[in-house]
């Protein structure tokens, strides 16, 4: 799935039931979010990365750049953190809801970006880059490019945090090299009932790691479950 479809799905997913597209656990009770308790889980996941991530209370409090941020769920809780905060979505109708949900006025900008690249920031301009629970709709040859934008623009000593599923249940691995791709996509469909797609791709950890290394990060990896408990994830928290 190239970028064009990814947009075009979560397009779909942001004028259907955005909040759900972002944490699908309240789905299957037949519930939809509030946006308070789903603002606050936001609150939540970031207060436990700065509880449990050693390496980040040393991170600069100057500006933060969410990657992936949907209708601004971590971007809003960052701002409890940092003076400025940036959020940056595929999709515009994300954006549009991410703005309507802005508390912070001049202190939050969101921004749409469709490239392959994140050229509309310039080099060395965030203290803290992260991504939570995005890369891994992202195709696999795309989030390696990424990764390499997010060291770009990171300050020098600046902190990059992101997740990523590094293995998967034997059951899904082996349906996904078994199935053709458009009979996975159909069940995707009817399983979620939907008419979008939300792929869910991993990246080995050693290759993670050993990509980080050679651009002379310091690494730190740290169990993630967000993706499912039987799948195998990460935290990837990096100083440049």
């Not at 623009?153 to 691995?173: A, E, N, V």
């Amino acid at each position: 799935m190239d970028l064009t479809s990814i947009k075009k799905n979560w397009e779909g997913f942001a004028k259907t039931d955005p909040f759900w597209a972002i944490l699908t656990v309240k789905k299957y009770s037949g519930n939809k979010w509030e946006p308070k308790a789903f603002f606050a889980t936001g609150e939540n996941d970031v207060n436990s990365w700065f509880s449990e991530f050693t390496e980040l209370k040393k991170c600069n409090t100057e500006k933060a750049l969410d990657f992936g941020c949907g209708v601004g769920r971590l971007t809003q809780a960052l701002c409890l953190r940092f003076a400025r905060v940036d959020g940056v979505d595929i999709s515009e109708t994300m954006i549009e809801l991410a703005r309507k949900h802005n508390n912070y006025l001049e202190r939050c900008k969101y921004f749409v970006n469709d490239q392959p690249n994140l050229s509309i920031f310039p080099n060395k301009s965030y203290d803290l880059v992260c991504s939570h629970i995005t890369l891994q709709h992202i195709p696999k040859d795309h989030i390696f490019s990424y990764i390499d934008e997010f060291i770009r623009i990171t300050k020098p000593h600046g902190c990059i945090l992101f997740s990523l599923p590094s293995k998967p249940p034997f059951w899904y691995r082996t349906a996904a090299m078994l199935i053709p791709s458009f009979i996975k996509n159909s069940l995707r469909r009817i399983i979620f009932n939907t008419n979008y797609v939300m792929e869910v791709n991993w990246v080995n950890r050693k290759k993670i790691e050993d990509h980080l290394k050679k651009r002379n990060l310091q690494v730190t990896t740290y169990k993630d479950y967000s993706t499912g408990r039987n799948w195998e994830g990460y935290f990837y928290l990096c100083i440049k």
